[in-house]
């Protein structure tokens, strides 16, 4: 007996071994050195059936990645693939009963495995892999002793081996989050901040590297991101970062794309081909310069106002000026205080001019400002608008991007401590929109409202876009931005609503296609304004405060208040925007959705755009997120596919480093919902799961219906169709078996699942019949028993106190503490650095062991309130404090210190001539 040849099949996951063996039962199969019970063996060290192959991928050298090169990495085949149900010989037996109807997972021996005998001694089985081989891979074999009875080692050369996979490797995801249209002014120097994902990382990294390049259209200039802390928005952010280098860029519009380089697969570019390969104009956008950088698709370059003389935002008096008759200054500001005297909007630039603080640096016009006497302070922010309007400021054309008139670009509306009402006065007309946001700012939330009026249609008028910062910003009766051409940023700001008022809209007009309105960082969201169901959609939440629920296409680092009966969530919600590629590269990375009732809404919710008839959710990234219920039986943490009535496809998801506690997840679950006899047989009407990871997740309870089930409707509809058919037979949905690939364990590993839902009788209904390598579960099956399983180190969650915000670090009698071996980035969300090997979930310090905390050897504390751990950043949960963001900590004995750990490296500047030949310029 032996085996002759493989065969990887079109799908890219089930390999074909033909050889020599007698008729085969499931049992003849042991392709691990450790038993099938012991799933946490499962590990590719153990693995019997090892393919080395070798793809095109890309190196990291340094913060570079070079590429694309030919590079080897180890598949194993971790299960013997069956029968789809559809075409068994025999239904499955059983009642269709009770709450949890369905198949209660009697494991894949009571099904045909599908072993071809070909009548000349040889027979093919089919085995499925646990990660995908791509077109063009080449690939040799190992057997150890034992793969199946009978047969012992032996290995398969490349010409032995066929690779007919049809199924391209999908490629990164990534997004900005920083906030387009910044003002880059008296430096050449900007630090931008980016997320990317894969769905097959190596080490600490999910991908090689990530390289950034900033152009103005005629010249480029290219810098290496590497992972560190970003503190944009007084926060620390882990994710891929660099201060790029911009001179010699012409001052103006600058265009920053990105290009992600995974290990495995294809690059991607946000300028969709390779911007070190095209020309500098097709990277920048030009005269649209001004609006892409609010669009919402992923592939899209971040657009900034470059002005390294610091003149470009500036302003020339009037040769009446009474101070400074046609002086140059670098920076305006303008005083707003309801005490002014200046109630008038001016009709002059000479009477315009009087209401300004100058200077050549930000703090000189800001001392200028406030300095200035009540007779020449507006008294709101109307007559500052019109201000603005009379200055009559423009800028050159510049970078592709014709002439501006009447713009505000830099310029700060400094509003004075105290209350300040919105005018309902008309915004003034004739404004520009130019290439950087005006800037309005307070002393701090605390000491400055601005609220929008009680009545009218008015509100903080100003036709463009606008940054709001360090303001109470709250909401009367009428919305922040009331006209559809407004766009805005909120930054540490707190937002609300007027105690009585019903009044919710943040915005009152829809975005236009495809765009994006609002952005938020470090703000204190509260009740009241909606958040997640914007009528103008919202690009980045960053590092915000939730005491309501919100919707974002970027939502990293947010946190919920610890308010009793939380109904806080993260959803998705994108208005208008007829583009599919809006719905795609969604993250969720690194939010502490906490003290979560089970009624209501998901914790998470997952985009998915209609695409041809079918719904389409691709390249989601969920990632080192915690999520805690602390009570409700109801919903659900987070939904996929669950009675669906139109066919789903989910595809490139990375789901990752969670820990969700108190609750279950419904994982690609293909409960589709047939209307029709037709759509009750139709293998199209399905859910399609493609090469998604699932991987070092903490979870409850992770349900899955992907390969048969009972369905109440199919049986309906097949009881008036097929009268002869009986129950359960007729009853059962068999297009399941296309979300196989979650079904048994493609892509999944180090993932610890407990069984701790009371309401479910043994611990298999709807389960994965495959979890994937290292996979750790209770050894017991009851529920009741399994309470203190993940050994936490202050569990609050429904299932234990039900008190919420606990503690969820692991401890050293945690089981799954070492499991996890690679991760899309090298740090939990409590500041803690990853080890080469670190515990699934979102938090990667153990109490009791010694981490590396922001680059630094430190001992986390063992007993509540204990002082003494210096973290960067600082490590939330420590003994009974917590601290997640910087500005709102509150922590006894947390002294945030600088980062000492990875952070920029060797940053390489490319210049490119408008012959489209580099030469490499020095370190930036």
Request: with cysteine.
């Amino acid at each position: 007996m032996a085996v002759q040849s493989a065969r990887v099949l079109a799908d890219g996951w089930t390999l074909e071994v033909r050889g020599v063996w007698p008729a085969s039962v499931r049992d003849d199969f042991q392709l691990f050195d450790t038993p099938d019970q012991a799933l946490h063996a499962w590990d590719e060290t153990t693995a019997r059936v090892r393919l080395t192959v070798t793809s095109q991928g890309y190196e990291r050298q340094g913060a570079m990645a070079v590429g694309p090169l030919p590079r080897r990495r180890v598949v194993v085949a971790h299960d013997v693939r069956p029968e789809p149900f559809r075409i068994w010989p025999q239904q499955p037996a059983g009642p269709v009963t009770g709450a949890n109807k369905g198949w209660p997972l009697p494991r894949s021996t009571e099904r045909p495995l599908g072993e071809v005998d070909h009548g000349d001694g040889t027979r093919t089985i089919r085995l499925m892999l646990h990660k995908p081989v791509a077109p063009g891979d080449a690939f040799t074999l190992e057997f150890r002793p034992g793969w199946r009875a009978g047969l012992g080692a032996q290995s398969l050369s490349e010409t032995a081996c066929v690779n007919d996979s049809a199924t391209p490797i999908e490629p990164p995801a990534a997004r900005w989050i920083t906030m387009p249209y910044e003002a880059v002014r008296d430096t050449t120097r900007k630090r931008i901040d980016l997320l990317a994902a894969h769905g097959l990382p190596e080490g600490r990294l999910g991908v090689a590297g990530v390289r950034l390049c900033a152009t103005d259209g005629a010249t480029k200039l290219f810098a290496w991101a590497e992972p560190g802390w970003s503190e944009a928005y007084g926060d620390r952010v882990r994710c891929w970062t660099v201060e790029m280098d911009w001179t010699g860029l012409n001052p103006g519009p600058v265009a920053v794309h990105w290009s992600v380089f995974p290990w495995v697969g294809p690059a991607r570019h946000s300028s969709g081909g390779d911007p070190a390969e095209l020309p500098a104009s097709t990277l920048h956008p030009g005269e649209a310069a001004i609006d892409v950088g609010l669009d919402l698709r992923a592939e899209n370059p971040l657009v900034f106002g470059y002005d390294p003389a610091g003149t470009l935002y500036g302003y020339t008096t009037t040769a009446s000026h009474p101070e400074w008759p046609a002086t140059a200054f670098k920076y305006v500001a303008i005083p707003v205080d309801p005490a002014g005297l200046v109630a008038t909007n001016p009709a002059s630039a000479q009477q315009a001019e009087l209401c300004l603080g100058l200077g050549q640096t930000p703090q000189a016009a800001e001392a200028a400002a406030r300095g200035l006497p009540p007779s020449r302070r507006p008294a709101n922010t109307v007559v500052a608008m019109h201000v603005i309007r009379q200055l009559g400021r423009s800028l050159p054309a510049a970078n592709g991007r014709g002439p501006r008139s009447n713009v505000g670009d830099g310029i700060e509306i400094l509003l004075a401590d105290g209350l300040h009402i919105a005018g309902t006065a008309a915004a003034p007309s004739g404004m520009g929109i130019g290439e950087v946001y005006t800037v309005w700012r307070g002393s701090s939330p605390a000491a400055c409202e601005l609220r929008t009026p009680a009545s009218g249609t008015g509100s903080a008028h100003y036709a463009g876009r606008r940054r709001l910062m360090d303001l109470s910003v709250i909401l009367n009766a009428t919305a922040l931005l009331p006209g559809a051409t407004q766009y805005g940023q909120l930054v540490r700001c707190r937002v609300g609503r007027v105690a009585g008022s019903t009044y919710t809209n943040l915005s009152s007009h829809q975005a236009p296609a495809n765009r994006a309105r609002l952005s938020f960082a470090a703000c204190d969201l509260e009740p009241g304004p909606r958040y997640d169901n914007l009528n103008g959609n919202s690009l980045l939440m960053r590092s915000c405060r939730l005491r309501s629920s919100a919707a974002a296409v970027v939502a990293v680092n947010n946190e919920t208040a610890p308010v009793p009966s939380n109904q806080v969530s993260l959803q998705t919600s994108i208005a208008s925007a007829s583009d599919p590629a809006c719905w795609a590269d969604h993250f969720r990375w690194g939010n502490r959705i906490m003290g979560r009732d089970g009624a209501g809404a998901a914790a998470m919710s997952t985009p998915a755009v209609e695409v041809n008839g079918r719904q389409r959710t691709e390249r989601l990234v969920i990632v080192n997120n915690l999520i805690e219920y602390m009570s409700g039986t109801g919903t659900f943490a987070i939904r996929m596919g669950e009675l669906q009535t139109v066919p789903q496809d989910v595809i490139g998801l990375v789901f990752e480093g969670n820990t969700i506690v108190g609750n279950r997840i419904n994982w690609m679950y293909g409960n589709m919902v047939p209307g029709t006899i037709a759509q009750a047989q139709d293998p199209a009407f399905s859910m399609v799961y493609r090469q998604c990871r699932a991987a070092n997740n903490v979870l409850d309870r992770w349900p899955i219906k992907g390969d048969c089930f009972a369905s109440q409707e199919a049986d309906t509809l097949r009881a008036a169709a097929f009268p002869g058919e009986t129950a359960p037979a007729r009853a059962y949905l068999g297009q399941a078996w296309q979300q196989w690939q979650a079904h048994f364990g493609f892509m999944m590993e180090a993932n610890a699942s407990a069984h701790r839902e009371t309401g479910i009788s043994t611990l298999f209904p709807h389960m994965p019949e495959n979890r994937g390598l290292r996979h750790h579960t209770p050894p017991t099956s009851e529920a009741t028993a399994n309470t203190n399983w993940h050994a936490f180190v202050d569990d609050r969650c429904r299932y234990t106190t039900g008190q919420g915000f606990g503690d969820y670090r692991p401890t050293g009698a945690t089981p799954w503490r070492r499991i996890a071996r690679s991760a899309q980035i090298d740090a939990g969300i409590d500041g803690v650095l990853r080890g080469e090997t670190f515990p699934a979930g979102a938090l990667a310090g153990i109490v009791g062991e010694s981490a590396t905390v922001g680059g630094a050897q430190a001992w986390h504390g063992l007993r509540s309130g204990e002082p003494g751990l210096v973290a960067s950043p600082p490590v939330a949960n420590v003994g009974a404090a917590r601290a997640v963001h910087a500005l709102r900590s509150s922590a006894a004995g947390l002294s945030p210190a600088a980062p000492a750990g990875p952070g920029i490296g060797l940053v390489r500047r490319r210049r490119v001539g408008a012959e489209g030949r580099r030469r490499r310029a020095g370190a930036g």
